[in-house]
């Protein structure tokens, strides 16, 4: 299905709050690109990141823009922040040009760069301080640190912290001046399954009071969990967008993925335990000792998958039967192929 018959119209009636319209941006790579990649020059020489990108954010929604590297995302995210200056194409956030934002506008917008962009020789509750007097209403710096866990490494400088922790510091400071859109970077990169699940707590709760979130995340798993829209980029442009569960409907067909580990010395061969009738139409798979077949997976296929196992006397160690997830979609439409 085409990404134009997958777009779907949000129509909630609330004001979008970032609009980026058909966005191109081009850089002047180094001498090493160009002598390595002349077809993907412009006649002036430059290498165009984006191509034509549009993506649009809401008040109460978790919007998820995925791509693989080099994709443009971050490209398109840096100019919707007004941290680049855009070659084509149009770019609206709180109904400003965020590259000449007010004081005004960037006192209600909140940034989460992946690399933390926070000072290194500081500590941690001291710099949250400082930066929650740059706004007239900040949230109390005790109680979201606390909550974070911050004061468990308050006497470590920022310098010295692990990603994780550093992730930590950099979402408070996001959050401190109770923004209206609130851009996230892979927020919950190096975090561990406590933090992560206080973060995801977090970032559902601004949602529902009401922050237009923006996030850009590598775990498909986290996107899964937490988008309300999802935007997937491919070399510079679109190529799909909707909710979750409207891309997992486009194009999955109602197709489910069995997957199964056995013990160490034992096979299996799809081939040999399906007809070749039954085989048709799915898609089969190894990794190590896990198998996966995917596709319109129907009982015919288990009884004769278990028929196999019993004749054999094979007994799978783990054996699954999920629908697709985002994660499939996002690999079947970027490639799977570095």
């Keep these: 299905m085409s990404y134009q018959t997958q777009k779907k119209l949000r129509g909630t009636g609330a004001p979008c709050v970032l609009s980026v319209q058909n966005l191109a941006k081009e850089f002047r790579p180094s001498r090493k690109f160009r002598d390595a990649n002349p077809d993907a020059l412009s006649t ?45 194409g149009s770019v609206s956030l709180l109904g400003e040009d965020p590259v000449r934002a007010s004081a005004e506008l960037r006192a209600q917008v909140g940034i989460m760069l992946q690399d933390g962009g926070l000072p290194q020789a500081v500590h941690p509750l001291p710099l949250l301080e400082h930066i929650a007097k740059m706004y007239a209403h900040p949230l109390p710096v005790k109680e979201l640190a606390e909550r974070l866990g911050i004061p468990e490494f308050n006497g470590t400088t920022v310098r010295r912290l692990s990603g994780g922790q550093k992730q930590r510091v950099a979402l408070a400071a996001a959050l401190l001046g109770q923004p209206k859109v609130l851009f996230l970077d892979e927020p919950s990169a190096g975090l561990d399954p406590q933090s992560r699940a206080v973060v995801f707590d977090i970032i559902r709760e601004q949602r529902d009071a009401g922050t237009a979130i923006v996030l850009t995340t590598h775990l498909l798993d986290d996107a899964q969990k937490l988008a309300d829209y999802v935007y997937i980029v491919k070399r510079g442009r679109n190529v799909a967008e909707g909710t979750v569960e409207q891309l997992l409907a486009n194009t999955a067909n109602g197709s489910t993925q069995l997957s199964f580990t056995l013990g160490a010395g034992q096979t299996f061969d799809f081939e040999e335990a399906l007809s070749p009738r039954r085989l048709t139409g799915l898609t089969a798979g190894r990794k190590e000792d896990t198998y996966t077949l995917s596709g319109e997976i129907t009982p015919a296929h288990l009884a004769q998958l278990t028929a196999y196992f019993e004749a054999r006397n094979i007994m799978p160690r783990s054996f699954t039967l999920a629908p697709r997830t985002l994660e499939d979609v996002f690999l079947d439409i970027s490639g799977r192929n570095l």
């Design 44 to 88: 002036r020489g430059t290498y165009r990141a984006v191509e034509d990108i549009s993506i649009e954010a809401y008040p109460g929604e978790i919007t998820v823009v995925l791509g693989a590297n080099g994709a443009g995302k971050t490209t398109t995210l840096s100019c919707a922040q007004g941290l680049q200056k855009p070659d084509g």
